[in-house]
């Protein structure tokens, strides 16, 4: 071998190897690129998870809470319904002894008593009549508390798609890393896969697009 091929041997080598590191490097930028879109949806994920769990231990609390404030007033509405009905049958019992004095007095206790009963089973907010779950009146807690309810199962539904989801994402960081370090196409791919299937169960805790089959 002469001195000019044994140069252009070289020369080639050295071109090859170029490509190659420059073939390499820019497979670890994709991939890092890949990571930190990874991590900025995980980052998205954890903070959807943490107002799901949130909202699931508050709407409890408030939905249990109204229900204790709605039998609370069923209770006194209750009593003042008994009183109303015991007025009126003394009233009609002794009716024929009891002066017109009396007669109003009674009366308008009945009115005051059956007026309670009438508030207490309805008493819209002034402020905001025209919305049902504001107000005092038991029609209005009811709807406030499955109002409630309502929130809390859907965070219930919510949340097992940011769990999976959060799960999948640091499978696919931890995989993409290794596809870094090991300059592995076929590991990329399966982290890339996996970071798609994270993003689709994000979105699904976020809007609920389907039920999970599991």
Do not use: C, H
Not at 84 to 99: H, M
Not at 114 to 122: A, D, P
Not at 150 to 179: C, H, K, T
């Amino acid at each position: 071998m002469d001195p000019t091929e044994a140069a252009d041997q070289i020369r080639e080598a050295i071109e090859e190897d170029r490509e190659e590191r420059a073939e390499a490097d820019k497979f670890r930028s994709r991939a890092a690129l890949l990571i930190a879109v990874l991590a900025m949806l995980l980052a998205i994920t954890t903070l959807g998870g943490g107002n799901v769990a949130e909202d699931m231990v508050n709407s409890n609390i408030k939905a249990s809470d109204t229900w204790s404030f709605y039998q609370a007033k069923n209770v006194r509405q209750t009593v003042n319904e008994l009183a109303a009905d015991q007025l009126e049958l003394e009233l009609q019992r002794n009716a024929a002894g009891l002066s017109p004095a009396v007669r109003k007095a009674y009366e308008e206790k009945i009115r005051k008593y059956r007026s309670r009963v009438e508030r207490y089973e309805s008493e819209p907010d002034p402020k905001a009549p025209n919305d049902p779950t504001q107000g005092e009146g038991k029609k209005e807690l009811m709807a406030r508390a499955k109002q409630y309810e309502q929130i809390r199962l859907r965070a219930q539904d919510q949340d097992p798609n940011f769990d999976y989801a959060e799960a999948l994402f640091q499978i696919a960081i931890v995989l993409g890393s290794v596809a870094i370090l090991a300059t592995s196409r076929p590991v990329l791919r399966i982290s890339l896969a996996m970071g798609a299937l994270a993003t689709v169960l994000m979105l699904n805790g976020y809007f609920l697009f389907f039920p999970l089959p599991f």
